[in-house]
Nanobody
Framework: QVLLVESGGGLVQAGGSLRLSCAAS????????MGWFRQAPGKEREFVAAISRSGGTTYYADSVKGQFTISRDNAKDTVYLQMANLKPEDTAVYYC?????????????????WGQGTQVTVSS
């Protein structure tokens, strides 16, 4: 069992930055591929970014490529999402997710563990 707790969300003006954190407990996060997803009001949950167990490979949705950066610190059992140049359309609840094994990517059904989410609101 893995417990994931996101933090770092909040209200920011367009053009601003935020860094989300996802702290894992229960099992070492180095065993899991990790991903970030988001869900805006009235929309389906969508993939944002993913990172391999070692952190050596990352994968991004086209909509955030060059704007967001995913990283991880396995020694701290924490995964991060650095978000820059935020836009109102980035407003959503952001979820951290973990999948055991070697998979990391955009398929939400591959992720076994999910956090409760953290709200990010970008004002224009």
């Amino acid at each position: 069992q893995v417990l994931l707790v996101e933090s770092g969300g909040g209200l920011v003006q367009a053009g601003g930055s935020l860094r989300l954190s996802c702290a894992a407990s229960g099992r070492t996060v180095s065993r899991f591929g990790m991903g970030w997803f988001r869900q805006a009001p009235g929309k389906e949950r969508e993939f944002v970014a993913a990172i391999s167990r070692s952190g050596g490979t990352t994968y991004y949705a086209d909509s955030v490529k060059g704007q967001f950066t995913i990283s991880r610190d396995n020694a701290k059992d924490t995964v991060y999402l650095q978000m820059a140049n935020l836009k109102p359309e980035d407003t959503a609840v952001y979820y951290c997710a973990a999948t055991p094994g070697t998979y990391f990517g955009s398929r939400a059904y591959e992720y076994k563990y999910w956090g409760q989410g953290t709200q990010v609101t970008v004002s224009s």
